[in-house]
């Protein structure tokens, strides 16, 4: 039987990161702070959303840190359904390894200044939530399906979707959509 997360009990980061100064080959990605807050305004809305406004939070991570310190304060504090959202550029290190950037990201130097998506497939599988969700709007976002199914078990029970912009405009899709459909 499907229902609806419990708000109280349910947590979300949402992260959009749209410029990238210490990167200057990694394009600004402009459309990001719109779409961030136009999730939040879907799952928090007062007659539809699924989640209570103080408990969906949006970050616009400045390091690596940041982002770490959003994630695990929600995986901490849900028991119900936890979200995490990103949006912005992924990279790879030599090793084929995801890291998701923040402003402070080296683009060259990915394992130094950006989050290790292994790092945050800890959060998740730690976290007490009923429900997990991972959605990665960003490069290289299938390689977190292999991380999220690491042998240890860690990754558990996430659910994880994965969408790039360039998925929606190579299959003529409308890349935003502005009424949310």
């Known amino acids: 039987m499907s229902r609806f997360p419990y708000p109280a009990r349910s947590r979300a980061v949402l992260m959009g990161v749209s ?3 210490e990167s200057p080959g990694l ?10 807050a136009g999730l939040w305004r879907r799952l928090t809305h007062s007659g539809t ?8 939070e949006v970050a616009d991570p400045a390091a690596s840190t940041d982002l770490g310190r959003a994630i695990g304060r929600a995986a901490d ?3 119900d359904l936890l979200l995490i959202y990103y949006a912005g ?7 084929g390894r995801l890291y998701l950037a923040t402003h402070a990201t080296q ?11 292994g790092l945050l497939r800890e959060d998740l599988g730690g976290s007490g939530a009923a429900a997990r969700v991972l959605i990665l709007d960003c490069c ?8 999220m199914a690491g042998g240890d078990g860690a990754g558990r029970g996430t659910t994880l979707h994965r969408r790039h912009l360039h998925d929606r405009v190579h299959h003529g899709q409308r890349p935003f959509l502005r009424d949310g459909r």
Not at 89 to 95: E, N, P, R, S
Not at 140 to 147: L, Q
């Open 107 to 117: 683009s060259q130097a990915p394992k130094c200044s950006a989050l290790d998506v």
């Open 89 to 95: 550029h992924g990279l790879v290190d030599d090793w």
């Open 19 to 21: 410029h990238f100064p």
């Open 49 to 56: 959303g699924v989640l209570a406004p103080e408990h969906c």
């Open 27 to 36: 394009a600004d990605l402009p459309a990001v702070k719109e779409n961030v």
């Open 77 to 79: 504090e849900a028991t």
């Open 140 to 147: 290289f976002s299938g390689r977190a399906i292999e991380v």
